[in-house]
């Protein structure tokens, strides 16, 4: 007995839908843009000579763009590691189409966007639900084991809970299977589909070491900012880099609040006021949301725009 297919859609409609997703991509990005808070850019080059600040910005545009690169290949590992070979270009294209479209206001036009995109370039539903499971729990781990640099500083002893997600990480990279036990046991609460076979011990491992990689380049991207408000280098370094990672980390386990927003200004300000005033705290963590979204915007739509350029002039990867 064939199974019924649904049918093709015709080539034209196809782009003309991809077209106008790209297009409500672009005005969401273009309104999140609008609602930041430019004016803390002013206020940076208040403080210092024009062109050290202009070096500062530059310096954690780039920290932040470089580590947004080791979480994707953080992610990449996990595809490639569940499933068969994927091209990788079109790893890239699926990849930073569902990076993208979570700035379009509520989750499943994203997630439906996402979808249709993994399934174009051949990987299946269940094998991007165990990528996305897998993957968000390295984060979480790895996000409070290096949140533990500003946690220490900023709680002193309340900080102990953070040693908890540090243990974990041990756990894991001694018997990364237990990720892939937790991952599909999450998939069954949530009734998902899983994918056809676990990530490998290396797998896992690697996983873990970009990821963590990725949160202590991104972090970084944070000290330039605290300098150019007056704080010590030496001493705001680490406390920079857990400061980023452990407010990033809590807004992602705040499931309620879009991208975090509140949550992770808050916990940073509250860290940074360890070597800053709290006004100036406050500057550094508008001004690293700032930085983070054109980052993220710059880095997405370049890596789509040479991800689709090269598929363009593969033959192979031409469908779909």
């Known amino acids: 007995m064939r199974t019924l297919r649904p049918p093709r859609l015709p080539r034209p409609l196809k782009r003309a839908l991809i077209a106008a997703f790209a297009l409500v991509v672009a005005g969401a990005i273009a309104l999140t843009l609008s609602r930041l808070d430019w ?46 070979p994927v091209s990788e270009p079109r790893v890239v294209r699926i990849f930073f189409v569902g990076f993208l479209s979570k700035y379009v206001p509520g989750r499943v036009p994203g997630m439906i966007a996402v979808t249709k995109v993994a399934t174009a370039n051949g990987v299946t539903f269940g094998r991007l639900m165990s990528t996305a499971a897998l993957t968000m729990s390295l984060v979480l781990l790895s996000g409070f084991t290096v949140g533990l640099l500003a946690g220490v500083q900023m ?15 041990v756990v894991v990279l001694v018997r990364p299977q237990l990720v892939n036990q937790g991952s599909a046991l999450l998939l069954r609460l949530l009734r998902r589909p899983a994918a056809a076979r676990p990530a490998s011990v290396r797998g896992v491992r690697l996983a873990v070491a970009w990821q963590s990689l990725s949160w202590v380049v991104t972090g970084l991207h944070l000290w330039p ?13 680490a406390l920079c880099v857990g400061a980023f990672t452990l407010a990033t980390t809590l807004g992602l386990a705040a499931v309620f609040v879009p991208d975090g927003i509140g949550v992770r200004e808050a916990v940073m300000t509250a860290a940074l006021t360890v070597v800053l005033p709290a006004p100036a705290a406050a500057v550094v963590a508008l001004a690293s949301r700032l930085v983070s979204t054109v980052s993220e915007v710059v880095l997405g739509a370049t890596a789509l725009a040479a991800a689709e350029y090269a598929i363009r002039r593969r033959p192979a990867d031409r469908a779909g």
């Open 155 to 169: 709680l002193g002893e309340q900080a102990a809970w953070l040693v908890a997600a540090a243990v974990l990480i």
């Open 39 to 84: 004016s803390v850019v002013a206020v940076l080059f208040a403080r210092r000579d024009a062109g050290q600040i202009g070096l500062l910005l530059a310096a954690a545009m780039l920290a932040s763009m470089a580590g947004l690169s080791f979480g994707f290949l953080a992610w990449r590992g996990v595809l490639l590691e569940i499933g068969p």
């Open 225 to 237: 900012l605290a300098i150019a408000m007056g704080a010590p280098p030496a001493r705001s370094l």
